[in-house]
């Protein structure tokens, strides 16, 4: 069974330009989670999808970034634009309904902004 | 809010040598506690967990027991090997509620 993925896995952009982060959880997975970890600091929650909808976006650090899960299948995450402060780690998780503490992780997307 | 305090590291330590990882959280209620780990290149990976006081989570010859009275949950192993090296996130989580992570320590073990 294929894990989470990610794409790419790394991004270098400059500053104002625009990045689109790609998803595919485990298939079957409905919930769906994304976290940052930035400068070598602690991972940040972002947001968590249920199938297409947004259960939580509370963690999302402001409207420059978007996120999607159009069919509940993968999901992107757009940033745009961007800024310095959001490079960083950007990580994927995903998890079968009723097991939240289930989580699995992908390798995350590394991005760069200079 | 709530939050995860871990040692930041780096933590350099030779092959067979014991190895702790400390971590100490705050949070409201009573959450359940993780150890992730990282290895190079790879996703977190689910290392052990325990979900309630007094539980010790186990895997892999890693240990850490869940300590109310002090709010802990060391990360231990008696004795690591080379393909132990990682970086550790120790983590908090109620159920429903976010994870909450701490900033990773990273471990290299030396043959």
């Known amino acids: 069974e294929a894990g989470v993925t990610q794409f790419p896995s790394h991004s270098v952009i400059e500053k104002g330009q625009t990045v689109t982060l790609r998803c595919d959880p485990i298939?079957?997975?409905?919930?769906l989670y994304w976290y940052r970890r930035v400068m070598g600091k602690e991972i940040k929650f972002l947001l968590h999808?249920?199938?297409?909808?947004?259960?939580?976006e509370s963690g999302m650090p402001n409207n420059r970034f978007l996120a999607e899960r159009t069919g509940g299948t993968y999901s992107t995450l757009k940033v745009q634009p961007a800024e310095l402060e959001d490079s960083g780690v950007y990580f994927c998780?995903?998890?079968?309904?009723?097991?939240?503490?289930?989580?699995?992780f992908g390798p995350g997307t590394r991005l760069t902004v200079t | 809010g709530d939050s995860v305090t871990q040692m930041e590291g780096p933590v350099t330590l030779s092959e067979e040598a014991f190895l702790t990882i400390n971590c100490t959280y705050t949070?409201?209620?009573?959450?359940?506690l993780f150890w992730y780990v990282q290895y190079p290149g790879e996703g977190l990976q689910l290392l052990l967990k325990?979900?309630?006081?007094?539980d010790k989570g186990s895997n892999k010859g890693f240990e850490a027991t869940y300590r109310k009275e002090t709010t802990s949950f060391h990360l231990e192993k008696g004795s690591v090997q080379v393909s132990d090296s990682a970086v550790y996130f120790c983590?908090?989580?109620?159920?429903?509620?976010?994870?909450?992570f701490g900033p990773g320590t990273r471990l290299s073990v030396l043959p």
């Open positions: 999808f249920v199938k297409e909808s947004k259960q939580d």
């Open positions: 949070a409201t209620g009573y959450p359940s």
């Open positions: 998780a995903s998890s079968q309904i009723g097991e939240y503490f289930e989580q699995y």
């Open positions: 298939s079957g997975h409905d919930n």
């Open positions: 983590a908090l989580s109620g159920y429903g509620q976010n994870f909450v």
């Open positions: 325990a979900t309630k006081a007094d």
